[in-house]
Nanobody, 123 residues
Framework: QVQLVESGGGLVQAGGSLRLSCAAS????????MGWFRQAPGKEREFVAA????????YYADTVKGRFTISRDNAKNTVYLQMNSLKPEDTAVYYC????????????????WGQGTQVTVSS
């Protein structure tokens, strides 16, 4: 069992930056791939970024590539999402998720989810 708690969301102006954190409980954090997803009002939850168990490989949605960076610290049981050059269309609730490797873009690939943190980007 893994419990995930996101933090770091808030209100920011367009062009600004935020750093999201996701703290995981349990001793098996390093055995899970981690992903970030987001969901805007009236839209489906969509893939943002993922990172493999060791952190050796990362994956990004085209909409955030070059602006967002996912990283993890297995000693701290934490995964991060650094978000730069934020745009109003990045406004959403951001969720972190944990699961086995593979098919990183799909919500069904993840076994555990956090409760989400709101990110609002004003124009």
């Amino acid at each position: 069992q893994v419990q995930l708690v996101e933090s770091g969301g808030g209100l920011v102006q367009a062009g600004g930056s935020l750093r999201l954190s996701c703290a995981a409980s349990g001793r098996t954090f390093s055995s899970y791939a981690m992903g970030w997803f987001r969901q805007a009002p009236g839209k489906e939850r969509e893939f943002v970024a993922a990172i493999t168990e060791s952190g050796g490989s990362t994956y990004y949605a085209d909409t955030v590539k070059g602006r967002f960076t996912i990283s993890r610290d297995n000693a701290k049981n934490t995964v991060y999402l650094q978000m730069n050059s934020l745009k109003p269309e990045d406004t959403a609730v951001y969720y972190c998720a944990a699961g086995p490797s593979g098919s990183y873009h799909f919500t069904a690939s993840y076994d555990y989810w956090g409760q989400g943190t709101q990110v609002t980007v004003s124009s």
